[in-house]
């Protein structure tokens, strides 16, 4: 007789056979959820549907519309075109595939770049597309198994996939995980699905020099949105992408060969001489214009806003400009006015918690060669005070704003169009993990948040990670529909920073219980982390954006 292992849903206490798959307990509740049944919560504990049950537990199903069952869901997808696109490569004769890139995140999708003598044309594309169908159609199994590190490393090198070989170089675990879609063998940083059957929505679309495939939201996991390019936005990602190939260093183990073998100190030279070479581009432009009275500066959460609102102030004094620069912070409404979320949260990141009424007012009368007397926000207090900081504009004056809501035309809607100069920044990772594993670059800037949140503010890895939710939704809202509005953009990420930044996140997250609901992304985190070889902060220039992040900066930030 089979022993019985009770296993808690929700309210009810259900027995199963041990040994019974997740999958199969998953396939009793599915009729309960909209979407796909892709991953379960073991208490805190994050695990695949392929394993068994062992004992008592407590029971959590993850969808394809969670994060981690998207996440799961894009990986897996990405496993399957890769499959495809090798089946037709060899069964239809069309070429050789040298190699197969996922780049980088694009509108909804995945863009991703082909090497060989394949030619890459939309009805190659089609005809990978039919065959991941069928693929998924046929329900084709994602299968796991645990392989020596050692004999990983040369099965990557027999299958060509050199980033893969030199990343598990530096790994220190005994084994790797390969996944396996029928003949098709391959790593993957995260969870995947069971099986090909899970994927049934996707779009292979021809871009550029690549091609994007794109994938549901998780809004809506049943349709493929429509194909709409950030052009400026990709032609930022696409400068980034550049950058890493000119420095040699477009992958993790890429980067730990540079620590290695001594050049790092170099590495970071040349790439914060980029980023100041970007941002007196930037200045000479704004100068060229003649006209322009505000800078308006935004991006997401932790991009660096700050520091380079100041490098971008030191450029133009050496274009003779006067920049002042000003947090849009400090127009803040008084707590007791800031909107509340669904959740009964002070909304920091609406619209509404701007006074937008009284910063018109003011920009207004400032362009009008008044004398104006600007506000300061006190975050303990809640309140907005007035300290004599006043300010009038002349000739060769102009103010530098920054603040999540400066593209937004409903901010500064008194303002003449042709007076502002826009400017999105963000932290766009140039890095990945290897050829098919890519470093989103929501990753890097919470890493950044966690530890100046842990120095500036005293709040903890849980605390962070715990409001990262509120944080992102409010940045698809406010920031992201607003991009590709701006005159120029800016891309603040340093390509030797998530080496940098270990040392200080990973005692943080450490702190992070397994009994805690943030413990799998810690858990995510710290297995991210350690991908990278560890480099020490002193080399790093102290008007470095990093230094926002982890202290030392030369700027007030």
Not at 63 to 81: C, E, F, I, N, Q
Not at 130 to 146: D, N, T, V, Y
Not at 219 to 241: G, H, I, N, T, W
Not at 465 to 489: C, H, L, T
């Amino acid at each position: 007789m089979s022993e019985k292992i009770k296993v808690t849903i929700g309210a009810e206490v259900y027995e199963y056979d041990r040994g019974t798959s997740y999958l199969e307990i998953a396939k009793d509740f599915q009729n309960r959820y909209k979407e796909d049944i892709a991953l379960v919560m073991l208490g805190y504990r994050l695990q695949e549907l392929q394993k068994l049950l062992t004992e008592d537990c407590e029971l959590t199903f993850v969808t394809t519309a969670d994060d981690a069952g998207h996440k799961a869901y894009k990986r897996s997808a990405t496993l399957l075109m890769l499959k495809a696109m090798y089946d037709v490569a060899e069964l239809e004769e069309a070429g050789e595939i040298q190699k197969i890139m996922v780049d980088f995140s694009m509108d909804k999708g995945l863009y991703c770049e082909l090497r060989g003598s394949v030619e890459l044309t939309q009805t190659f594309l089609d005809r990978v597309e039919a065959r991941m169908h069928k693929l998924s159609e046929e329900r084709l199994p994602i299968s796991k198994k645990a392989v020596p590190t050692r004999e990983a490393i040369a099965l990557f090198r027999k299958y060509g996939m050199e980033d893969k070989e030199r990343l598990f170089r530096y790994r220190r675990v005994s084994s790797v995980n390969v996944y396996s879609c029928s003949n098709f063998e391959d790593y993957f940083y995260g969870y995947m699905l069971p099986d090909a059957g899970y994927i049934k929505y996707f779009k292979l679309i021809k871009f550029d020099d690549g091609f994007v495939l794109q994938l549901p939201a998780p809004e809506d996991m049943k349709s493929v949105p429509e194909f709409k390019p950030r052009l400026k936005l990709f032609s930022v990602l696409k400068e980034a992408q550049t950058w890493s190939e000119m420095l040699d260093v477009s992958t993790v183990g890429a980067l730990n060969d540079k620590i290695v073998e001594g050049r790092m100190e170099q590495l970071m030279l040349v790439q914060e001489a980029l980023q100041e070479k970007k941002i007196a581009e930037i200045a000479y432009e704004i100068s060229r214009c003649g006209n322009k009275k505000f800078v308006m500066i935004a991006g997401p959460s932790s991009s660096g806003k700050t520091t380079f609102s100041h490098r971008l102030s030191v450029q133009l004094l050496a274009h003779g400009m006067k920049p002042h620069p000003l947090a849009l912070d400090n127009y803040f409404k008084d707590r007791q006015f800031t909107p509340k979320d669904e959740f009964g949260n002070y909304d920091f990141e609406c619209l509404e918690a701007i006074d937008v009424e009284q910063f018109n007012r003011d920009m207004t009368a400032l362009l009008q060669g008044q004398r104006v007397e600007i506000p300061s926000f006190d975050f303990k207090t809640g309140k907005r005070e007035y300290k004599g900081n006043f300010m009038q504009l002349g000739k060769e004056d102009i103010l530098v704003l920054e603040g999540i809501h400066g593209l937004n035309d409903k901010l500064s809607y008194s303002l003449p169009k042709e007076s502002k100069y826009k400017i999105y920044i963000s932290a766009l990772t140039q890095l990945n993990v290897d050829e098919h594993n890519r470093i989103p670059t929501t990753d890097g800037r919470l890493l950044r948040r966690m530890v100046r949140d842990a120095r500036t503010r005293g709040s903890d890895a849980k605390t962070t990670i715990g409001m990262w939710y509120s944080v992102r939704r409010g940045e698809e809202k406010n920031i992201f529909p607003y991009q590709e509005e701006a005159d120029a953009m800016f891309n603040s990420a340093l390509i030797y920073e998530l080496s940098v930044l270990k040392q200080y996140a990973e005692p943080l997250l450490f702190s992070i219980q397994p009994e805690e609901p943030e413990y799998p992304e810690a858990k995510r985190l710290l297995k991210f982390l350690d991908y990278f070889l560890g480099v020490s902060s002193e080399g790093v220039p102290n008007n470095s954006i990093i230094r926002e992040f982890i202290g030392g900066s030369c700027l007030d930030v």
